[in-house]
């Protein structure tokens, strides 16, 4: 029998944010007398915000672990269509539905984090056939707590320490998870197993179709630093993630990865909203007024992630591209597929470990 202690191992044990939730979910189900445990994120999408079941666990087996990048936000229930989890979230505080009497069966609502963050808001909730005790309570808050500790910490990592955004690091982990072929009936043990940690730089694995990678660049970046500084400049890549945040939607990751160099791991159904979604962004750019520098503008390239690809040459595909459009007049989004289809961009000749273009 597993104890509160193995569950915190497995906990702190991970390099991934995105299985914490499995594994809280994972240890509440296997610790307390609960019949399921829900874990619900709050996704955005250009203003509006939808549940999301990242997690259901059903103590008798089954249960679902979503991707969220594979999910049609459409079909998503809106906050209002679940009110005792809205309740919740905005309270900051349990919330109990007996829905069968007092004696009876009940829901238990907690916040996944006790403060207001917006891009993680999220709760947790039991299903159990009575009242949780006090000692459930107390583990299920210790078990919160290390996981929002562990949260932390990882996307402390994870993270630009200008922008926010997630960092070059983070794209190899997410690569080798996020793209992975979604794995039918899958509960946990075979996810956790598929965690990207100590997998070599350029491990290639099979992957799904509609995973796509953007790098994007801001045009004339140096001559915009020289000509204002690098306090301005460094104001501009602060607005520029913004409006990538704004633009794109929750549960595509967004990077930087140095530098004016931004860039966009996303699933989409088809080539003609990916570019779609890139052109919103670059016209976004365009029309926004920065402080001090006025108008600037940013090229874009985007690649399908094929079954061959590793993260360094999928990135590699895009910053061709990308460079494709800087030299094609700036202020352009391509699809490296397009180029290629149209044969205005040839195929790199590789000499040792130099790439000759």
């Not at 607005?239 to 140095?258: E, H, K, P, Q, S």
């Amino acid at each position: 029998m597993t104890t509160l202690i193995d569950h915190v191992l497995k906990l702190s044990d991970h390099r991934d944010r995105d299985l914490l939730e499995l594994t809280l979910s994972k240890a509440v189900i296997d610790l307390l007398p609960v019949q399921r445990i829900v874990i619900a994120r709050v996704m955005t999408e250009e203003g509006e915000q939808r549940w999301l079941e990242v997690v259901r666990l059903d103590a008798k087996g089954g249960g679902k672990v979503v991707d969220p990048l594979r999910v049609e936000f459409s079909t998503l229930p809106r906050l209002d269509d679940a009110p005792d989890r809205l309740r919740c979230l905005q309270s900051r505080a349990m919330v109990e539905v007996a829905w069968a009497g007092e004696e009876g069966p009940r829901i238990s609502l907690l916040p996944l984090f006790s403060d207001s963050r917006k891009d993680d808001e999220g709760v947790i909730e039991v299903h159990s056939e009575a009242a949780l005790t006090a000692d459930a309570l107390l583990t299920i808050e210790q078990l919160r707590r290390i996981y929002r500790n562990m949260y932390f910490l990882l996307e402390y990592s994870d993270r630009d320490a200008l922008t926010g955004l997630l960092n070059r690091k983070s794209l190899d982990d997410a690569f080798y998870s996020a793209v992975l072929e979604e794995l039918a009936g899958v509960t946990g043990e075979s996810v956790i197993a598929g965690q990207p940690a100590g997998l070599e730089p350029e491990r290639r694995h099979r992957v799904p179709a509609n995973y796509w990678l953007g790098s994007v660049g801001i045009d004339d970046f140096d001559l915009l630093n020289d000509k204002h500084g690098h306090l301005i400049a460094e104001e501009l890549l602060l607005l520029v993630a913004r409006v990538m945040n704004n633009t794109f939607r929750t549960y595509d990751r967004i990077y930087r990865f140095g530098g004016e160099h931004f860039g966009v791991l996303m699933h989409c159904p088809d080539e003609a909203q990916v570019l779609a979604t890139f052109e919103r962004f670059r016209s976004n750019v365009e029309k926004f007024n920065f402080p001090q520098v006025g108008r600037a503008t940013v090229s874009c390239g985007f690649t399908p992630v094929t079954a061959d690809d590793s993260p360094s040459s999928a990135l590699e595909k895009t910053e061709r591209t990308l460079d494709f459009a800087r030299r094609d007049g700036k202020n352009r989004a391509y699809s490296h597929l397009d180029l290629m289809r149209r044969g205005v961009l040839g195929e790199a000749v590789k000499f040792g470990d130099a790439d000759l273009f």
